[in-house]
């Protein structure tokens, strides 16, 4: 019985181990918005859109300590 392959990492759009992960079986991506920097909702929409690229479903991870928090107008942009 195969299982879903989630590959997560907190790193930028350019990455190389974001392809790796969907050449290596990955079903889908957990991307947090870009840490330790706070973004205006259209850069967070935007790294999110980059994401989408690798043509992998993209789980969006919140993690308002270290990111821009995810607010839901931003999550419910395309």
């Not at 790796?20 to 850069?43: I, Q, W």
Request: net charge positive.
């Amino acid at each position: 019985m195969r299982r879903s392959v989630v590959a997560g990492r907190g790193d930028d759009v350019q990455n190389p181990l974001w392809r790796a992960a969907g050449a290596a079986g990955a079903d889908a991506l957990v991307v947090s918005p870009p840490t330790y920097v706070r973004h205006r909702e259209d850069e967070v929409v935007a790294h999110y859109a980059a994401m989408a690229r690798y043509g992998l479903p993209v789980i969006a991870y919140n993690a308002p300590r270290y990111a821009t928090p995810l607010t839901p107008s931003c999550v419910a942009a395309r």
